[in-house]
């Protein structure tokens, strides 16, 4: 993925270290897995950047209010303006997806569509 944030990016955004599935395998190659909790839920995010895949995962309490698995990610960036915080997800041109944006601070919330050529 390009862009990719650094590590310690990620870990700033999600506020924890991530659970890796293998530690002898290189970050980047690595299935990452990132919980973060607030007051409207909690939000797991998964990705493996090497092969371009992610999973986002909204829950509050019990219930499940989105769960996407995201395949032909181009790359992810981090925003951070006016104290709130956001994920980009960037796919790849000529798929008519659009980005999705998933605010992480100061509660959650997300933002998707398609676009018409």
């Keep these: ?11 700033d955004v999600f506020e924890s270290e991530p659970k890796i599935k293998d530690n002898e395998t290189p970050f980047y190659y690595n299935h990452l897995e ?3 909790t607030r007051d409207n839920g909690s939000l797991q995010c ?5 092969i371009h895949w992610a999973r986002v995962i909204w829950k509050q309490k019990d219930e499940t209010l989105v769960d996407l698995e995201l395949e032909s990610i181009k790359g992810i960036e981090i925003e ?3 104290g709130k915080e956001f994920i980009h ?3 790849y041109e000529g798929n008519g997806i659009k980005n999705l944006i998933v ?3 100061p509660n959650f919330s997300i933002s998707w569509g398609t676009l018409r050529e």
């Design 89 to 91: 997800f960037i796919f």
């Design 46 to 50: 998964e990705l493996e950047p090497g």
């Design 80 to 82: 951070k303006r006016n």
């Design 1 to 11: 993925m390009n862009p990719f944030p650094k590590e310690h990016e990620l870990i």
């Design 103 to 105: 605010r992480t601070k």
């Design 34 to 36: 990132y919980l973060l």
